[in-house]
């Protein structure tokens, strides 16, 4: 059974801190890697994908991954009260040509005023 | 900006019942799928769809399901005899090409609740 592992938190960071997330997983194929943004009974909503080593850039929001270690983070700059949600880490597994997302648990994230 | 539209947004229904839950996807995507999400768990994968047939479907999409692009435009997951079990928040996604550089684009869901 692949997994995706966060850590459910709820983690509490300050407005206008930093907030950092991580995920790892047990797939060591697996290539490609999103993060999804989930409000209180709502949908998942995409903030980025990554599947190249390093970091990826956009906006206030930057992913890492680093796939010798089959870990890979968002961080979360000048958080806004906005951004508390819960953050999904999801990855792309392959399996004789067909896609499919595995979830993890996702950690939810409160930005205190 | 095109997007997944789910219908209807809540279902309830009586334990046993048949249910049809219906997506429309962005309209030049090829690949579809279903996930649900059980109150307070993860999102769980339940079955992929491409070029008329299913690609690949989880333990928990059992005979009790069915999917069906009917009409080229909806997308159906239909659960044949419901069970209490069965409620959750069901929510259709559609990418459109192969690869992990096309990202699933989710619809708003739907909430099925088990009488």
């Known amino acids: 059974q692949k997994e995706v592992e966060q850590n459910s938190g709820p983690l509490s960071v300050p407005e206008g801190a930093i907030a950092s997330l991580n995920c790892t997983y047990s797939d060591r194929g697996s290539q490609s890697f999103f993060w999804y943004r989930q409000y209180s009974g709502k949908s998942p909503e995409l903030i980025m994908f990554i599947y190249s080593n390093g970091d990826k850039e956009d906006g206030r929001f930057t992913a890492q991954l680093n796939k010798a270690s089959q870990y890979v983070s968002l961080l979360i700059r000048d958080s806004q009260p906005s951004d508390s949600a819960t953050y999904l880490c999801a990855v792309n597994e392959v399996n004789f040509g067909n896609e499919k997302l595995t979830f993890g648990t996702g950690t939810r994230l409160t930005i205190i005023p | ?115």
């Open chain 2, 1 to 115: 900006e095109p997007e997944v539209t789910q219908t209807p947004s809540h279902q309830v229904t009586q334990m046993g019942q048949e249910v049809i839950l219906r997506c429309v996807p962005i309209s030049n995507h090829l690949y579809f799928y279903w996930y649900r999400q059980i109150l307070g768990q993860k999102v769980e994968f339940l079955v992929s769809f491409y070029n008329n047939e299913i690609s690949e479907k989880s333990e928990i999409f059992d005979d009790q399901f069915s999917v069906e692009r009917p009409d080229g435009s909806n997308f159906t997951l239909k659960i044949r005899s419901t069970k209490l079990e069965d409620s959750a928040m069901y929510f259709c996604a559609s990418k459109p090409n192969w690869g992990g550089g096309q990202p699933q684009h989710f619809g708003d869901g739907t909430r099925l609740s088990i009488l």
